[in-house]
T-cell receptor, first 118, second 111 residues
């Protein structure tokens, strides 16, 4: 079955602009999580959506937002871009909410969208 | 506040030898731990996990050890192969249910 698809794969923006990234989860997966990867910082959690509702949020400013549609596809938006927003943005899907209780709810990641802010 | 720490940014190991990647965590509420591997231009892929009720989990060449009292886990790869060269992330989750990742360790396996 198809994996997690992220579009676009690469994009260049300038400071002050906004950007929208898209994520199509694995068919049947209802949870979508977003992470930001930067050198030296690892993967920083942005937010998680399940059944069109944001269930968890990381420590990012309000310029970072997201949403999930009824078909589980998700988008994230970054407004008023800053140089420090340059990063690889990773989307991951899972059958149910990511977390420890099931013991086996593993995230499957997409290849990411690499954003460069000039 | 980095709750999951990988203090070695890189590790170089000869093919056939053991690779040991370390990870420390600070949040005692974490009760499930995972390792992911990431190749360039690809997303991270799940490697192995361990629940806090265990202290060891093995899957082929990969073994994860958990020391809850020290808040420390390690990934052992035996024997190491050139294809294992990648960035390895440890991750942890607890009651908040969000997965917290470390900063990653770049493993290079040379012939």
């Amino acid at each position: 079955k198809a994996g997690v698809t992220q579009t676009p794969r690469y994009l260049i923006k300038t400071r002050g602009q906004q950007v929208t990234l898209s994520c199509s989860p694995i068919s049947g997966h209802r949870s979508v999580s977003w992470y930001q990867q930067t050198p030296g910082q690892g993967l920083q959690f942005l937010f998680e959506y399940f059944s069109e509702t944001q269930r968890n949020k990381g420590n990012f400013p309000g310029r970072f937002s997201g949403r999930q549609f009824s078909n589980s596809r998700s988008e994230m938006n970054v407004s008023t871009l800053e140089l420090g927003d340059s990063a690889l943005y990773l989307c991951a899907s899972s059958l149910i909410l990511s977390g420890p209780r099931s013991g086996a709810n593993v995230l499957t990641f997409g290849a990411g969208s690499r954003l460069t802010v000039l | 506040d980095q709750q999951v720490k990988q203090n070695s940014p890189s590790l170089s190991v000869q093919e056939g030898r053991i690779s040991i990647l370390n990870c420390d965590y600070t949040n005692s509420m974490f009760d499930y731990f995972l390792w992911y591997k990431k190749y360039p231009a690809e997303g991270p892929t799940f490697l192995i996990s361990i629940s806090s009720i265990k202290d060891k989990n093995e899957d082929g060449r990969f073994t994860v050890f958990l020391n809850k009292s020290a808040k420390h886990l390690s990934l052992h790869i035996v024997p190491s192969q050139p294809g294992d060269s990648a960035v390895y992330f440890c991750a942890a989750s607890g009651f908040t249910d969000k997965l917290i990742f470390g900063t990653g360790t770049r493993l290079q396996v040379f012939p």
